[in-house]
Structure formats: C-alpha cells, structure tokens
C-alpha cells in the first residue's frame, strides 16, 4: 500500500493562494513528522482559501497520518468537490473509508480512480483489499492479479494475491507465489513465514522447517517462524519440542496471533487451556491487518478448546464464527449437476467398451469416504503394518480429473472418452511413480485422499480391479464433524449446515452407484464398528488386503510417522469412542442436521 507521505510527490498542483508560505511550511513540517504543527497551519489556509484544492488535500493527507481517518474523510470530499478529476483524492478518500470498515463506499472511491486512472496497481490492490474484507475472495484475486500484471515486482500485491490463492486451497500455487516474492526481495519476512506455513500444509515439513529456521536467522525478533516451528513439532507428535519453543514466545508476544494459535493447538497437552482461550480472545477482540485465514484458525482453535472443556455452547459460536469469516458459498444445483453427470457418464457399459491398461498394479489402496468418517484412523492402523506404507492425502487423482479436461478439451468425466490409451498409460504410470517415491517396497501405499469417492469412475478407469476402503460413519456425526473442521475454502460444503447436510446426500447417492457399477474390490468399515472391535475390524482389513496379522496394528497409536489432516491428534490416541454420538452435546444448535438427516 502507498504511504501518505509519498502519495504527496504525486499530486502537483499549480494552485496559487495567500496561503503558499504556509502550505510549503507545513510540507516541511510533514516531511519531519510534525504532524500537528503541519496540521494547524493547513486548517489555518483551508479556513481562508476555502478554494484551495491542494491544501484540503494535504491537510487530508496529514489527517490520515496521524491516524484521524474520520477527520481526513471531509479533506478529500472537499478536494473532489473542488476538482473532481482529482484521482488522488478519490484514491485517499477510498483509504480513509476503509480504515473506517465503509468498505462499499470505500470500493466505490477506489473504483471512481480507477476510472480516473485504469493503470494504477495501488488502487487495484486496494480493491482487492476491500474485497478480501467482504470475504469475497475470488473478486478480490482478480483485482491482486490486475495489479501484479500491470507492476510484476509489486510485492505488496503478490504477497495479497498468493494469501488470497492459499486461502482458496491451492498451496502448490501460493508456494511457487512465495519464492517469486523472495526472488524479488529476499528475505521478505511476510513471504517466508507465508511460505513456511504453505508447504506445512502441503506435508512438505523439513522444507517448512528449514524457511522457519531460515526466517528465525533473518528477524530473530519475529516471532511467527518459530511458532509455526512449533506446530511442525506438534503435528509429529513431539509436544515437548512444541512447548519448549512457544513457552518464551507467549512470554514476549502474547498478542502475536499466530504464536497464539500454535500455543492454543498445544495448550490442553500442557495444562493451559484457560491460558490460551484468554489470549485467543484477546486477540479476537482487537481489529488487525492479519491474514483472515488466522483469524479463521483461531476460531476454530478456540472451538476446540471448548469442546474439550466440555463448553458446547461456545465451542459451537467459535466453530461457526470461523466457517462464516470462509470466503465462497456452497452451490448445491452445481453439485447436484456434478452427480447427475458422473452417475450417467460412468456406466457398466463405458466400461465394457473400454480396454485393459496395459500398466497394471496392485500396489494403490484408496481409503475414502466423506471427510471425518475415520480415514485417517484406518490408514494409521494400516501403516503400522510392515508391508503398508501410509502416503497420506494424495491430490493426484484431483489433478488427474483437471488435466483430462485440458487434454481433451471437453468437460470431465465425458473428457475421458477423448483421450488415447498413451494417455491415460500416462496417467497410470504417472501415479504409480507418485507411490514409488513415498516407499519402493511396500506391497500397498495408500492414498487417503477422502474425496476421491467423487472420482472412482476415474480410479477404476486407471485400475480396475483396485481396492477400496470405504469408511462411513453416522451421518449426523459425520456432518458435524465436518463443520467442525477448518477445510481448506474451496470445501465449501463444510460451511454450512443446510449445505453439509445437501453434500452428504449427494455422497451417499454417488458413493450407491459406484458399488452398483464398478470393476472395484470395496470393503465398507463403519467407524462406529471399528471403535467398538477394533481387533475384529482390523482382521477383516487385512484379510480383505490378503495381509497376514501383525500386532503392530492394535498399537497405531504408537506410530511415529507425521500425520497432517485434521485428525493428527486423534491418530495418537488408542481407539475411544467418545465421537460416536458426539452430536448429542450440540443438539441444541443442530435442528437442520437433525432434520435433514435423521432418517439415514
């Protein structure tokens, strides 16, 4: 964003009053940050030479600096109204308006310089500020992208745009984002600590370690590195590690947010919960210039500390306060179309018409199923197997589905039927190298990518015959938990719980035509059964796999291997069932679900 103090090298105007001496007196003053006196003297001229363009606009100028936005609005009124092809004030006026949240009047200034002035990446970038404030966060993206087109090393708008894209879920994006921003300016603090929490997030840990140490070295004073650190340590389980670094930052930062979320993810493993709902909410309370996205993981980092406390009612408020901040809105004709098109495209007689990979492979094992229905509990129990290497949330199936699209450029899945069969060996040969690099002997990897239920038509048109894992829970359970949980944006059907309870409806008819239709080996596992017999159900795994015992299973818990999904913690613990009905705490605050879902 442009200072106030440069924004005066922009505007020359050739205006002459009695007022000059003291006009030039206080530029002077202005320049050395004596703002009051520059201040009085302006009013002084604007009270005599009410005309004066360039001392109402210098006098807003001086307002905005001293933090008196409220003052400043009626200076650069004045200014328009003296000569309303003046972009600069419309630009002030548009900064003075959003500090003072009338961010509608605010984007309509900005809009009127932009009229003014179309290539100007200031105000772009501001617009998409005020955008990102209204949470509309694909409008504010293509204003970020406007700006950086017009000034590629304008960092300030990079650094919004990649927040931005990294907000919507598209880490791999929002990292290359990053390193173009300290390619530009290295050692950019914003960006390498963005860039740290990004590919921790991706599960790329010793590179998110080495951009936190590195940032450390940088700004030994900044905090955010190590408590991002931090929560590395925590995700592998060492809370030890966690705590010893975060004890000294909440002593020297206690208002820093994300030292505050790392401290509140550890708080209950250290006995500091009260400690840590305090400072989240004292740094709620405050209006900060902060990623949303913290704010965000805060709220859902106080619902969680609630919940364990056993406080509902608040835990509920955090947990929807923090799905409301989400940008995006779940379009449930749009999914709909989606299942209509897959449950019509995917048919048993697509599948007949089409040959046998040639590339063929037992090694994929998919453990899917709606979000929150005990995925991550099955593969850990499976990766405590010494011929299963678990490879965690894959996003390559995903990708698969896109890239048909450009291939072929038809529509996924009719894209399918466009491509040759070197293309889709491509693909076959692509993922299994994606699964060489996670381990080269393991007789199964697993990809524990939940939503790739909404891609078996693809999986069985790569690997027929693969298995499947589908792990279901009661619904209500399920959709709560969901709700519960901080997704990454695009997810948007977790926000809301008309759309949650839409979504899951539209999962369980997809999830029915897929077990009618495909050349797949499914296994069903019920959470609820799994936490009930878990010797029994695991028996049932391995033989499904044709996989001899191995104790090893009953004691996942103990396995050390790092675990990023939303369910890291509950991996550590041995099997419990204090989730199986959890909803009835949250009756109260869940008639819809009720509702909507009851009968299932």
């Known amino acids: 964003m442009v200072s106030w103090s440069a924004l005066l090298a922009w505007v020359s105007l050739a205006m002459k009053s009695s007022g000059i001496a003291k006009k030039e007196r206080a530029k002077a003053l202005f320049a050395q940050q004596k703002y009051e006196a520059a201040k009085q003297l302006l009013m002084q001229v604007c009270r005599k030479e009410q005309q004066d363009v360039e001392a109402w606009f210098t006098l807003g100028i001086v307002h905005g600096a001293m933090g008196e936005m409220a003052e400043a609005v009626p200076c650069f009124e004045q200014s328009i109204r003296l000569m309303p092809e ?20 605010a984007i309509r200034s900005y809009q009127q310089a932009l009229q003014l002035n179309p290539n100007w990446p200031q105000v772009l970038n501001n617009l998409g500020n005020a955008y990102s404030r209204l949470e509309r966060a694909h409008e504010a993206m293509s204003y970020y992208q406007q700006a950086v087109t017009l000034a590629p090393n304008y960092v300030g708008a990079l650094i919004n745009f990649n927040n931005t894209i990294q907000l919507l879920g598209r880490y791999e994006e929002a990292v290359a984002g990053y390193k173009q921003v300290l390619a530009i300016e290295p050692g950019h603090s914003l960006a390498l600590t963005n860039l740290g929490t990004t590919l921790l997030k991706l599960e790329r840990y ?5 951009c936190c140490r590195y940032a450390s070295q940088l700004f030994p004073d900044n905090p955010g590195p ?12 060492d809370w030890e590690s966690a705590y010893q670094i975060l004890d000294p930052l909440i002593q020297s930062h206690p208002e820093h947010i994300q030292v505050v979320i790392s401290f509140a993810v550890i708080s209950h493993h250290v006995g500091r919960q009260d400690e840590a709902v305090r400072l989240a ?3 709620l309370a405050v209006d900060r210039s902060e990623p949303l996205s913290l704010r965000i993981d805060l709220h859902f980092e106080l619902g969680k500390i609630y919940d364990k406390q056993k406080k509902y009612a608040e835990a509920f408020q955090h947990f929807a306060k923090g799905n409301e901040l989400k940008p995006g809105d779940y379009d449930a004709d749009n999914e709909v179309q989606e299942t209509r098109l897959k449950t019509t495209f995917f048919t048993k007689e697509f599948f007949q018409q089409q040959p046998r990979p040639v590339t063929t492979s037992e090694r994929p094992l998919f453990i899917l199923g709606m979000p929150r229905s005990g995925t991550s509990l099955v593969e850990q129990i499976l990766d405590s197997h010494e011929q299963v290497k678990g490879g965690g949330e894959l996003y390559v199936i995903d990708d698969f589905a896109r890239k048909t ?15 040759t069969q070197d293309e889709r060996e491509r693909f076959i040969t692509g993922y299994l190298a994606k699964l060489n690099k996670i381990s080269v002997d393991a007789r199964y990897v697993t990809d524990k990518m939940p939503q790739n239920y909404l891609h078996l038509g693809l999986i069985a048109w790569l690997f027929p015959g693969a298995r499947v894992i589908h792990c279901y829970r009661d619904p209500i359970d399920t959709c709560l938990s969901c709700f519960f949980q901080n997704f990454k944006s695009t997810l948007t059907f977790s926000k809301d719980l008309h759309a949650v309870s839409h979504y899951y409806r539209q999962y369980r008819q997809l999830m029915a035509h897929w077990q009618k239709t495909l050349d797949l080996n499914f296994l069903n596992v019920s959470y609820e059964a799994l936490t009930a017999d878990q010797e029994g159900i695991t028996r049932e795994i391995l033989e499904f796999l044709a996989l001899p015992w191995d104790e090893n299973c009953l004691n996942f818990h103990d396995n050390k291997r790092v675990v990023a999904t939303a369910s890291m913690q509950q991996v550590r613990k041995p099997i419990y069932r204090s989730s199986v009905k959890r909803w009835k705490h949250y009756e109260p605050y869940i008639g819809v679900l009720i509702d909507n879902l009851g009968e299932l």
């Open 405 to 419: 699209t450009e291939m072929a450029q038809h529509p996924y899945p009719e894209s399918l039927a466009k491509l």
């Open 281 to 283: 909410k004292n740094v």
């Open 206 to 210: 010793d590179e998110a370690i080495d």
């Open 226 to 237: 190590p408590a991002i650190e931090a929560k590395i340590h925590a995700m592998k389980g």
């Open 86 to 105: 003046l972009a600069e004030a419309h630009f002030n006026l548009g900064k003075a308006k959003f500090e003072l949240d009338q961010v509608d009047e």
